[in-house]
């Protein structure tokens, strides 16, 4: 449920894009209350008609991808290091494919964009989902390898720039819908993370085969 309301959030350019997640009710929060009651306050806030909502959009977010408040990853490294960012676009893009997703080629985005990196970890907690109750023998490593690849992405990429991109949406959009978005990305990320850092992953990548699906 939360990555799907963070996810909607930029329903402008997204939606179309995005293929549904199996894992939506399966990020279980610390408190579950609070959690929900920060999203009652975001569908209230949200626009009913999609004229109001993309335009609220456009007021947020800008026309520019260095605009005032990106949701790209990368926006959120200096400049100066095109190397690092060249790399983090790289390696994001790379978990992407270890786990049969590729981005939509009628909806193209960069790989960095918050509502990809939701989609993804979305997809890892039903990739969970389904090695808890198969019947196989390598159940216990298919668990080990989506929790692996959720605490490495978490911690190498969605946890380190959301809190900035978070508190940037309550400046741009003040007691908007996007604010209220803000607000429960801030709490959801640390709510789902897991507490230790997991070993890495790069080993078992190639391991991942399988039929692409699109982001």
């Known amino acids: 449920m939360g990555c799907a309301m963070i996810?909607?959030?930029?329903?402008?350019?997204?939606?179309?894009?995005?293929?549904?997640?199996?894992?939506?009710?399966?990020?279980?929060?610390?408190?579950?209350?609070?959690?929900?009651?920060?999203?009652?306050?975001?569908?209230?806030?949200?626009?009913?008609?999609?004229?109001?909502?993309?335009?609220?959009?456009?007021?947020?977010?800008?026309?520019?991808?260095?605009?005032a408040c990106p949701p790209y990853e990368t926006e959120y490294v200096d400049s100066k290091f095109t190397f690092q960012r060249s790399n983090s676009l790289a390696d994001i893009s790379g978990y992407y494919q270890a786990f049969g997703l590729a981005i939509s080629d009628q909806h193209p985005?960069?790989?960095?964009?918050?509502?990809?990196?939701?989609?993804?970890?979305?997809?890892?907690?039903?990739?969970?989902?389904?090695?808890?109750?198969?019947?196989s023998d390598r159940r216990a490593e298919h668990l080990q390898v989506c929790r692996d690849a959720q605490a490495r992405f978490l911690g190498e990429h969605l946890a380190w720039w959301t809190p900035a991109f978070a508190k940037l949406l309550g400046c741009a959009n003040q007691n908007g819908f996007y604010a209220a978005a803000g607000v429960f990305l801030a709490a959801l990320i640390p709510a789902g993370r897991p507490a230790q850092a997991a070993p890495s992953i790069t080993s078992r990548r190639a391991q991942r085969g399988g039929k692409t699906r699109t982001l």
């Open 7 to 67: 996810r909607c959030y930029t329903t402008r350019r997204h939606s179309c894009a995005l293929t549904p997640a199996p894992a939506r009710k399966h990020w279980d929060c610390a408190n579950g209350r609070w959690m929900t009651s920060i999203l009652a306050v975001c569908w209230t806030a949200c626009p009913i008609h999609r004229e109001r909502l993309n335009a609220e959009y456009e007021r947020t977010f800008g026309l520019l991808v260095s605009g």
């Open 109 to 135: 985005e960069r790989p960095d964009h918050v509502v990809l990196e939701l989609e993804f970890v979305a997809h890892l907690l039903g990739l969970e989902r389904q090695a808890a109750v198969e019947d």
